[in-house]
């Protein structure tokens, strides 16, 4: 009862029923709200298109999505099993990509456009083009099923295929056997009825013998036997052939849990992954021991090989021990790769090496082989075309480290060679992204040109981002650069269309300026040729001012935010002003201050972000930096002293700018910016109030770890307990607006985080209204989530430091 109390007092519209922020509220029940009509104009305005250039580089895909779903579409039933909910009518997750409203192909070299006909019925996502560009799939999303659809990149013409209904509940990716042929994973025709329960058979019951299983909070997961019962029946799926051309559907094999589906070398071969019982009730799907076989083009099993095990008994931050992450190569070797921990998985083992890379090449019948052995944790490894060299990224978790080594994967390998190390945080020596080309069998690979690789990078640095495009020569390393954006525009190399780097598409815009995609070529590529000419969905955006400023901290370390001004704003105004920011950890006080974003970067805002106040009238401190530095092991044991310091210098500077006023700032952040904004009105009194969305706020309720703690609750309880807002209920007194999905599934997150801290605040005389928003997750994805989520902000920002206009 005083649960059900306390959520009918938080949804309360401001003023309802309230004579004064002290009295006891009455019971209403709240409708959504709108925003301001500024805010709804620019929330309501046209999405700009996305882009897909298609494997031959011939044609563009353009594409606009839905911005925001309906409440009702996150209302459909949904099974909460295994860490994932799913939407058991269509065999899929419950929430998918946005649909398409349009989609429209584009001669890369001229011609007429083809728009692509989306009969109504379903949803149209996730596209997909065919190794050799002539086609492109579609999934449609209905009430009953999700469909796979078929066009042609020469005419637009859309067909679906008949007969089939995919199952993309574990995978949605598919595997191609040649232009006209790929493996897809089908709901099984004779799956039969989802079994029902009228009552439980028994009762629950987990044991743990004196072995330590830690694991971070997780939600939705597998609660007994009808649970399991339920999760393997809208799992498992049929490995289908489909023949493009004729529309044949084969299937191969039996009907299993079918987790992964990579396509293998160049004869067909797929490598699958099968989930197997027994489940866990403590880990996620993600986390269940699978059965791992390479099958041939017809679908029968060459080999199978050892299975990954089940998530159990494993350390915090550490990794099962066997084998993990295999992969195959993309290229005609088709060897087989696989990771292995030397450190018994437990990252606090001191090892010389914590992983190692081991290979099984054709014909399989062999033993495996050790190729390579990683001084850090192996996080990604991406194959070069060819498949005989691959790139691999290792991290050190006590340094916070990443380094990124070129292998050779020949018969006799040698050693492998470094290409760049750094912090993690450090974005000033990132080397940029490879870019990446489709094989002849879908698999993306690192593009090699010439015996190069392309990187593409954001050229973060002290003056903004600067994106560039380098060239690397495998050889020896040796670095090229092409082309790095400058003066007043924000230039993003997309995509290389020749060997040579003479012609390169760039995404380009402006403060001003919409992004467009043009071509530029000739010597140090300085001819342009704009390819779109997209207009301005939101232009009243543009009378919004915007500039970075740096400063430091009272112990030198260096802070920025980006200053917004609102449309409007005349020089020497004071204006209500709001502080967003997320907390990051950081082992030198050198990187911590690094700039991010770009000043050349046309505005637009999303759904809920923060910057919507500006058009209220109200000044933004945006992406505040709020660094938290010192030892990864022990850098929380001075949080709050730390950003207690980072505020304070950002409301010096906004104050010596003469933008802000010390009486009317407000701060806000959402996650673990919600856990900072309530540390900072629990142990400060440096602002007004505060604007938490969807956070944690109570630490023992995620005792085995969160963010970059990596202590349990047991090894550091006076931090869990000090950096827990709620304990200090009693003493936060400034005025704070709650906001969470009702349906967070994100870990540590739980919805009971913030029900828990309206109720202590409410009980010990505190200033909170909570507002649980129906059927959302971590982030707000309707559209009438996002507009009450504004309206909240808005109305709180009014009540709290007033309207939107000049203090002085």
Same mark, same amino acid.
């Given at each position: 009862m005083s649960l059900a109390l306390a959520l009918a007092f938080g949804t309360l519209m401001p003023g309802q029923a309230r004579a004064d922020d002290s009295a006891p509220a009455a019971s209403a029940v709240s409708r959504y709200q709108q925003p301001s009509p500024a805010l709804r104009a620019v929330l309501d305005a046209p999405a700009l298109p996305t882009h897909s250039?298609?494997?031959?580089?011939?044609?563009?895909?353009?594409?606009?999505?839905?911005?925001?779903?309906?409440?009702?579409?996150?209302?459909?039933?949904?099974?909460?099993?295994?860490?994932?909910?799913i939407d058991p009518a269509a065999h899929a997750p419950l929430l998918s990509t946005p649909s398409l409203e349009s989609l429209v192909l584009r001669p890369l070299d001229g011609g007429a456009e083809r728009p692509v006909a989306l009969p109504p019925g379903g949803g149209f996502h996730h596209l997909r083009w065919s190794p050799d560009g002539r086609h492109f799939l579609l999934n449609r999303r209905t009430p009953a099923g999700v469909e796979l659809w078929l066009g042609q990149a020469a005419n637009g013409a859309l067909k679906k295929l008949q007969g089939l209904q995919l199952n993309t509940v574990l995978e949605q990716d598919v595997a191609w056997q040649g232009p006209e042929t790929l493996l897809v994973l089908a709901v099984p025709p004779r799956l039969g009825p989802a079994p029902r329960f009228e009552a439980p058979d028994g009762p629950t019951v987990q044991e743990s013998l004196g072995r330590q299983s830690p694991e971070r909070t997780l939600q939705d997961l597998l609660k007994n036997a009808q649970d399991e019962a339920l999760f393997a029946h809208y799992a498992r799926s049929q490995l289908t052939r489909v023949n493009l051309r004729t529309g044949q559907l084969q299937p191969l094999g039996e009907p299993g849990l079918f987790a992964s589906l990579q396509a293998v070398g160049t004869q067909g071969q797929v490598l699958t992954e099968r989930l197997r019982q027994p489940f866990s009730y403590q880990v996620t799907w993600q986390d269940f021991g699978r059965e791992v076989e390479l099958r041939d083009a017809e679908g029968r099993v060459l080999r199978t090989l050892a299975p990954i095990a089940l998530k159990k008994d494993v350390p915090v931050d550490g990794v099962i021990t066997g084998p993990r992450h295999y992969t195959g190569s993309p290229g005609a070797d088709a060897?087989?790769?696989?990771?292995?921990?030397?450190?018994?998985?437990?990252?606090?083992?001191?090892?010389e090496h914590r992983d190692r890379l081991m290979r099984l090449a054709a014909p399989y019948t062999g033993e495996p082989q050790e190729l390579h052995r990683s001084v850090g944790r192996v996080s990604m490894m991406e194959f070069l075309e060819g498949g005989r060299q691959a790139v691999q990224a290792d991290v050190d978790r006590d340094r916070q480290w990443m380094r990124l080594s070129l292998l050779d994967l020949g018969p006799t390998p040698a050693p492998a060679r470094l290409l760049s190390e750094r912090s993690l945080r450090d974005r000033y020596k990132d080397i940029g992204q490879p870019l990446r080309r489709?094989?002849?069998?879908?698999?993306?690979?690192?593009?090699?040109?010439?015996?190069?690789?392309?990187?593409?990078?954001?050229? =973060? &640095?002290?003056?903004?981002?600067?994106?560039?495009?380098?060239?690397?020569? !495998? #050889?020896?390393? %040796?670095?090229?650069?092409? @082309?790095?954006?400058?003066?007043?525009?924000?230039?993003?190399?997309?995509?290389?269309?020749?060997?040579?780097?003479?012609?390169?598409?760039?995404?380009?815009?402006? =403060? &001003?300026?919409?992004?467009?995609?043009?071509?530029?070529?000739?010597?140090? !590529? #300085?001819?342009? %040729?704009?390819?779109?000419? @997209?207009?301005?969905?939101?232009?009243?955006?543009?009378d919004i001012q915007r500039e970075l400023v740096k400063f430091k901290r009272a112990d030198g370390v260096e802070l920025s935010f980006w200053l917004y001004k609102p449309p409007g704003y005349q020089v020497g105004e004071r204006r209500p002003t709001f502080v967003w920011a997320y907390p990051l950890e950081f082992t030198d006080a050198s990187v911590a201050g690094q700039v991010s974003g770009s000043g050349n970067r046309f505005t637009s805002f999303g759904a809920s972000s923060p910057l919507m106040l500006l058009l209220d009238g109200y000044v933004v401190l945006m992406d505040a930096t709020m660094p938290v530095v010192g030892d990864p092991k022990t850098v929380n044991d001075s949080f709050i002293a730390q950003i207690t310091s980072n505020a304070q210098a950002i409301i010096d500077k906004a104050v010596e700018l003469g933008v802000s006023s010390r009486d009317h700032m407000v701060v806000g952040g959402h996650s673990y910016g919600a856990f900072m904004t309530a540390n900072l009105l629990a142990h400060t009194d440096l602002f007004k109030a505060g604007i938490a969305r969807s956070g944690a706020y109570n630490r023992s309720l995620t005792p085995f770890g969160f963010q970059s703690e990596q202590r349990t609750y047991w090894e550091a309880q006076d931090v869990y307990q000090r950096l827990s807002p709620f304990n200090y209920a009693d003493k936060l007194k400034?005025?704070?607006?709650?906001?969470?999905?009702?349906?967070?599934?994100?870990?540590?997150?739980?919805?009971?985080?913030?029900?828990?801290?309206?109720?202590?605040?409410?009980?010990?005389?505190?200033?909170?209204?909570?507002?649980?928003?129906?059927?959302?997750?971590?982030?707000?994805?309707?559209?009438?989530?996002?507009?009450?989520?504004?309206?909240?902000?808005?109305?709180?920002m009014k009540r709290q430091v007033g309207e939107g206009k000049p203090l002085n």
């Open positions: 250039l298609s494997p031959d580089q011939k044609t563009l895909a353009v594409q606009r999505s839905q911005r925001y779903r309906q409440v009702a579409d996150l209302a459909r039933p949904a099974l909460k099993l295994a860490g994932m909910r060897a087989l790769y696989w990771i292995e921990a030397l450190d018994g998985g437990d990252p606090r083992r001191k090892a489709m094989q002849a069998n879908g698999r993306q690979a690192l593009r090699v040109d010439e015996g190069a690789l392309w990187l593409v990078g954001a050229g =973060a &640095s002290p003056e903004g981002e600067r994106p560039f495009l380098d060239r690397m020569q !495998l #050889a020896d390393g %040796q670095v090229q650069r092409l @082309y790095r954006a400058g003066g007043s525009h924000y230039e993003r190399p997309v995509t290389v269309l020749d060997a040579r780097g003479e012609r390169v598409l760039f995404s380009r815009e402006s =403060a &001003s300026e919409v992004p467009q995609l043009v071509l530029r070529s000739g010597p140090a !590529l #300085a001819q342009m %040729q704009a390819l779109t000419r @997209y207009t301005d969905p939101a232009p009243q955006l543009r400034e005025p704070l607006l709650l906001v969470h999905g009702d349906s967070d599934d994100n870990p540590g997150t739980f919805p009971l985080q913030s029900q828990r801290l309206y109720q202590a605040l409410a009980g010990t005389g505190g200033h909170v209204r909570f507002v649980s928003l129906p059927y959302e997750g971590h982030g707000y994805t309707a559209r009438e989530s996002i507009g009450h989520t504004l309206w909240e902000m808005s109305e709180w």
